[in-house]
């Protein structure tokens, strides 16, 4: 059955919000960060600041020397968590048939049979309405219809903010010329460096692409990759709730560049806790640890490690952690000074299924990080915590509590 | 950051009108306050619920035109409270 398929997207929906919520950041360039600290991330730039180079991932010093007048805000979780669910409640209440992409998108089947919604720009039209009488008249969506989910979210990137575009089915393969291939979703600088050095530089180019060659060099996402660019769903659409959890992440911005990695490693094992005890809460243990470093000046490299079988152990990510950082040292993609790090963990099983350690100190282990968790979940995170920790957990308190006053915490 | 709070001693005087049929973002369009010696009109520009504890509170964000309000409602105790202002003050 032919399907019309539209991709929602709230425009810069933190920081939008922001401006809802207080009209004297209307038409200012404003920006959202995690935590109210000296050097922080910039979570979410308004289209203001984004014309002015402010980028999400840009730390604050950055960010303020691009625009001296930027509003920066602490975020305010609850209040996006309400939007994004009045947000698909109007979607689903509109077309029947709703995905969720993310807090802030989703795609909505415009040619439900319930609806009966006619065609399909007057339903978008009314969609954008609909979205500035339930969450304010500042907030605005681009939408993209098309035949398939990756049709239409590449449809809605051409023109933001507030902007609607329509590809029919049969404009597709032409249209798809015209689009580099890191226009498409999952394709980043390293992929789009490796399909060029392929001759492949189009989306339509890699959709005439052999799909043999394309897995030998991808591997099953070289198949994934082949339908993308014919403007096929490698995914097909799936009406109901939010996908199932990917993965775990925790990331810092340090309150001074580190020289090296091992001088950050008391950061690091803070935040390889904090994803193991999130990840053990939610009854996860995961195969996949994914490292993330930054410098000051935004040079970034990351890379990740599959390990031989799931883990829910704080330190085993430490050391995976540690190994990715060696890697990276050896092709020289490590920075000089950093300033971030980033600790996420992906590919989840069902922990309680997972098989006991073979050895007994290995038991041991397991039972007395159940008991930790149980000490924390009664008494509060990191009443009780492995000595490892002590050094991180004391910077991260100080670093907390101190804001501007870094005197203790700098590298000697 | 350029939103301030209000002293504990600052008090405020509130009135406020509910629309009982509408979707919580609609069921209260405007409050009148009386903060400072002076009587203000607030348009509600977004509203929504936040868990504060074992407790349930309202977080409501008003403008009178010139000056953004952050206030916080608590359905319990029926306690209102002026938690932020951003009047251009630096």
């Known amino acids: 059955m032919a399907r019309t398929i539209a991709h929602v997207d709230l425009n810069a929906c933190f920081a939008s919000l922001e401006q809802q919520s207080n009209p004297r950041l209307r038409g200012r360039p404003t920006a959202v960060v995690r935590k109210a600290q000296r050097v922080s991330v910039i979570s979410a730039p308004s289209y203001e600041a984004k014309r002015r180079g402010v980028r999400t991932g840009m730390t604050t010093p950055e960010a303020k020397r691009r625009c001296p007048e930027l509003r920066v805000l602490l975020e305010d979780p ?108 999952g394709i980043a600088e390293r992929t789009k460096d490796r399909l060029a050095a392929m001759g492949i530089r189009t989306l339509a180019d890699l959709g005439r692409a052999d799909v043999m060659r394309l897995r030998q060099a991808f591997g099953i996402n070289g198949y994934f990759l082949h339908l993308i660019g014919q403007g096929k769903d490698p995914v097909p659409f799936q ?44 009854g996860n243990a995961a195969r996949v640890v994914h490292l993330g470093v930054e410098s000051a000046d935004g040079w970034g490299s990351s890379k990740q490690r599959c390990l031989p079988v799931a883990t829910d152990d704080e330190q085993v990510v430490v050391e995976a952690c540690r190994r990715i950082a060696e890697g ?54 990191l009443s009780v915590y492995f000595g490892g920790l002590h050094e991180g957990q004391r910077k991260m308190t100080v670093h907390a509590a101190n804001r501007g006053m870094y005197r203790d915490l700098q590298p000697a | 950051m350029d939103v301030w709070t209000p002293d504990r001693d600052d008090p405020l005087s509130l009135a406020a009108w509910f629309v009982p049929a509408k979707p919580l973002e609609q069921r209260l369009p405007w409050l009148k306050v009386h903060w400072r010696d002076e009587w203000r009109r607030l348009q509600v520009t977004f509203h929504h619920q936040a868990d504060r504890g074992d407790r349930r509170i309202h977080c409501i964000s008003a403008y009178d035109g010139s000056t953004y309000y952050r206030l916080e409602f608590d359905p319990e105790s029926l306690v209102w409270k002026l938690i932020g202002v951003d009047d251009g003050a630096e």
């Open chain 1, 78 to 185: 609850t209040k996006y968590l309400a939007a994004s669910e009045r947000f698909f409640e109007l979607l689903h209440d509109l077309t029947g048939a709703v995905e969720t992409f993310s807090i802030d998108e989703g795609f909505a089947d415009l040619a439900h049979p319930l609806r009966r919604l006619g065609d399909p720009v007057w339903a978008a039209e009314r969609i954008k309405r609909e979205i500035r009488h339930r969450l304010g008249e500042w907030m605005t969506v681009s939408i993209g219809v098309g035949p398939s989910k990756v049709v239409a979210k590449l449809a809605g990137q051409q023109r933001k903010p507030d902007g609607l575009v329509r590809i029919q089915e049969d404009e597709v393969p032409n249209w798809l010329e015209t689009l580099a291939v890191d226009e498409a979703c």
């Open chain 1, 328 to 381: 990276l040292e050896r092709q020289g993609r490590l920075p000089q000074e950093i300033q971030y790090i980033g600790v996420s963990v992906s590919k989840l099983y069902d922990r309680t299924r997972q098989p006991l350690p073979l050895f007994p100190q290995g038991r041991a282990r397991h039972r007395l990080i159940d008991a930790m968790d149980t000490v924390n979940d009664r008494f509060g995170d």
């Open chain 1, 239 to 282: 009406a109901g709730g939010a996908p199932p959890r990917q993965g775990f992440g925790h990331g810092r911005v340090l309150p001074w560049p580190w020289p090296d990695f091992a001088g950050a490693r008391d950061w690091l094992q803070v935040l390889c806790h904090m994803v193991a005890r999130r990840m053990r809460a939610h």
